[in-house]
T-cell receptor
Framework: DTGVSQNPRHKITKRGQNVTFRCDPISEHNRLYWYRQTLGQGPEFLTYFQNEAQLEKSRLLSDRFSAERPKGSFSTLEIQRTEQGDSAMYLC??????WGGGETQYFGPGTRLLVL | AQTVTQSQPEMSVQEAETVTLSCTYDTSENNYYLFWYKQPPSRQMILVIRQEAYKQQNATENRFSVNFQKAAKSFSLKISDSQLGDTAMYFCAFMTPTSGTYKYIFGTGTRLKVLA
């Protein structure tokens, strides 16, 4: 069990540039989440995948944000035309299905984005 | 809408002492789960302990235990015999299967520092 991995761990970009983050969930987990964590706040839900289907998107996910999960494996989160307000830690989490532990999400180390 | 409140932004405790972190939540749901996650500096978030609302018995995991007061909507975390490695941000999280996505709602966190 290699856990949830995220790449890159850090990203510095200039305002207006596009960035893409990758998340590799635990291999047998078919549910995947993206959260955003700003300084001094708890993580906030962005979007949810069940296999390759994106089933829910938060209002926080503006039209500059897009997430995909091709083939129900890894997921990518892209931010177009970045703004300084996008600076945050982007967390990915995954979970299995079923009861008796399936409710627990396992988090990756996050990608810290700084928009200059 | 559900909310989670952590009213203690920062706390400190002497090594080997006991500390209690507070969490309150608001929901009209009857079926839900509560979690405490630990986020060490620059490291990923890991599950400390979880509680199913339908269980009356408080959850315990080694030095960590909770005081779950369902009627009061309170879910505090007690750390006994505090260790330097317990220094971290601690987040309380709420989840209800009714959401369909099992997404988490987090509090703003409590920064705990264990002093030598």
């Amino acid at each position: 069990d290699t856990g949830v991995s995220q790449n890159p761990r850090h990203k510095i970009t200039k305002r207006g540039q596009n960035v893409t983050f990758r998340c590799d969930p635990i291999s047998e987990h078919n549910r995947l989440y993206w959260y955003r964590q700003t300084l001094g706040q708890g993580p906030e839900f962005l979007t949810y995948f069940q296999n390759e289907a994106q089933l829910e998107k938060s209002r926080l996910l503006s039209d500059r944000f897009s997430a995909e999960r091709p083939k129900g494996s890894f997921s990518t989160l892209e931010i177009q035309r970045t703004e300084q307000g996008d600076s945050a830690m982007y967390l990915c989490a995954s979970r299995s299905t079923g009861w008796g532990g399936g409710e627990t999400q396992y988090f990756g180390p996050g990608t810290r984005l700084l928009v200059l | 809408a559900q909310t989670v409140t952590q009213s203690q932004p920062e706390m400190s405790v002497q090594e080997a002492e006991t500390v209690t972190l507070s969490c309150t939540y608001d929901t009209s749901e009857n079926n839900y789960y509560l979690f405490w996650y630990k986020q060490p500096p620059s490291r990923q978030m890991i599950l400390v302990i979880r509680q199913e609302a339908y269980k009356q018995q408080n959850a315990t995991e080694n030095r960590f235990s909770v005081n779950f007061q369902k009627a009061a909507k309170s879910f505090s975390l007690k750390i006994s015999d505090s260790q330097l490695g317990d220094t971290a941000m601690y987040f309380c999280a709420f989840m209800t299967p009714t959401s369909g996505t099992y997404k988490y709602i987090f509090g703003t966190g409590t920064r705990l520092k264990v002093l030598a």
